[in-house]
């Protein structure tokens, strides 16, 4: 991790080093996307459908949950009166309860799950049009490269160089 930072502040260095010595290869600009996302109602739309789905999703989970919980407690508290077949189907009924829970969670919250597929498929959109904005941007302004000061060790950018108001500005012309 440490080299990784190591290579990528390095890697800053030096392209900030040859855009200095060398100032015709281009421009430099970022955008804060957290800070478009926030502020794109398109995107603030895309995610409140996500949460109403995953409310939805967690509300199932939470009530196969408390099904298994009724089902564990009534077999603790009537164990003892329970002849062993009994007390085994009832077992086996809440193994069988606890595993379609676990499969259910794993559907929808696990690595490609259902959530993780909604999500792409309200956002991706959304995306391939801010980055088409951005690229716009970049052709106009003879920018050789546009950053995302969100997550990319950028310690200091003068705020000239931030185009995430412009960006935001060609977003509100698509809404129109």
Do not use: H
């Not at 999703?57 to 949950?65: C, F, G, H």
């Amino acid at each position: 991790m440490k080299i990784l930072k190591i290579l990528l502040l390095s890697l800053i260095f030096l392209v900030c080093f040859c855009a200095l010595a060398f100032p015709e290869a281009g421009k430099f600009g970022f955008v804060n996307s957290l800070r478009i996302q926030t502020e794109y109602k398109e995107f603030a739309d895309a995610q409140d459908k996500l949460d109403k789905d995953v409310t939805m999703w967690q509300t199932e989970l939470d009530s196969m949950k408390t099904e298994i919980d009724s089902l564990q407690y009534e077999l603790d508290k009537q164990s003892l009166l329970l002849s062993e077949e009994k007390k085994k189907d009832k077992e086996d009924v809440i193994r069988g309860k606890k595993l379609k829970y676990k499969q259910y969670s794993t559907e929808v919250f696990g690595v490609n799950g259902k959530m993780e597929r909604r999500n792409a498929e309200l956002v991706k959109p959304i995306r391939d049009k801010i980055m088409l904005i951005i690229e716009k941007i970049a052709r106009e302004g003879n920018y050789s490269f546009i950053f995302d000061s969100v997550g990319s060790n950028i310690a200091y950018a003068d705020r000239k160089l931030d185009l995430t108001d412009k960006v935001l500005e060609e977003l509100s012309k698509l809404e129109k």
